[in-house]
């Protein structure tokens, strides 16, 4: 026990000056974030594997790949990346992540040789939106390592990564109105937020009120079910200053008589302008 204890230290210390000779630093990692244990993989040849040991760091997802170390009582260290080992120039591995929480690629360990994350009949996924893995992973020299079981003995691996989201709102590609007190409100508007930065236009023309709003950038974009909210800058008849809140709901399809519009424009000297409701003609699309 002594020895075992002896040879964890030498290898910890081992890893801290490896990565502090590359400028790197050994950060925790994001497997096992309700703490309750949702962090071991098990190997019916080699036993429990711990992404999220005590020292070491752990295992990270990102949406790319995987990094860091998880550790065996059986086998040692097992290397997700070799970026985590500095080791790219004379080995390059990894496992990848393809955003989706489709794995694929190969670790290493010491003792134990390769562990490929996608080999025929088997593979590694990560549910994108609960961070739960599933699957199996393969080493030619210790067999099957299973990431979640139900029993008898229960375990499972989770990480708090999560799917990027890319939402958009649109109002597919057309004008749309609706009636603003017995006259005619038009509305048009493309926003999409890639790698959550939000982009796109959107316009407004009140026949009641005989006003032009135009958006002059996208501020935030933010999707919850089939509804979107859209802020911004905007002009009002051409003149700068104001900004806009924008609800749109994606109720049907199409989505005339169905889809809802609301905004609301503020600006210099306590403007404030609100419209809404329910469009005659037109189809709004909202997703995430």
Do not use: H
Not at 71 to 86: A, K, R
Not at 256 to 283: H, L, Q
Request: aromatic fraction near 12%; glycine fraction near 14%; charged fraction near 10%.
């Amino acid at each position: 026990m002594r020895m075992v204890k002896l040879s964890t230290v030498f290898i910890l210390l081992v890893m801290i000056l490896i990565a502090s000779l590359s400028g790197q630093t050994v950060y925790a990692g994001n497997i096992d974030p309700g703490s309750d244990g949702s962090a071991y993989a098990y190997g019916e040849n080699i036993g429990w594997i711990n992404l999220n040991p005590s020292y070491g760091g752990g295992v990270t997802v990102t949406d790319s790949a995987l990094s860091g170390f998880a550790w065996g009582e059986n086998i040692g260290w097992v290397s997700f990346s070799c970026l985590s080992t500095s080791t790219c120039g004379t080995v390059n591995y990894g496992v990848v992540n393809d955003g989706a929480g489709n794995l694929s690629g190969y670790a290493w360990g010491e003792n134990i040789g390769w562990i490929n994350f996608a080999p025929t009949s088997g593979g590694i996924s990560i549910n994108p939106t609960t961070g739960v893995f599933s699957g199996y992973a393969w080493g030619e020299n210790v067999g099957w390592i299973s990431f979640a079981s139900a029993g008898p003995v229960p375990f499972s691996v989770k990480t708090s990564w999560r799917e990027a989201t890319n939402p958009i709102a649109n109002s597919n590609g057309a004008s749309s109105y609706f009636s603003e007190g017995g006259y005619n409100a038009y509305a048009t508007f493309d926003v999409k937020s890639l790698s959550s930065t939000p982009s796109g236009n959107l316009a407004f023309t009140s026949s009641k009120t005989r006003r032009k709003v135009v958006s002059t950038g996208i501020t935030s974009l933010s999707v919850t079910g089939k509804t979107a909210v859209v802020t911004g800058p905007c002009t009002v008849n051409g003149t700068g200053g104001y900004s806009f809140t924008t609800t749109v709901g994606d109720n049907a399809t199409p989505g005339s008589r169905a889809d809802t519009f609301n905004i609301t424009v503020t600006g210099p000297n306590s403007f404030n302008y609100k419209a809404s409701g329910t469009i005659i003609s037109g189809d709004y699309i909202v997703s995430q």
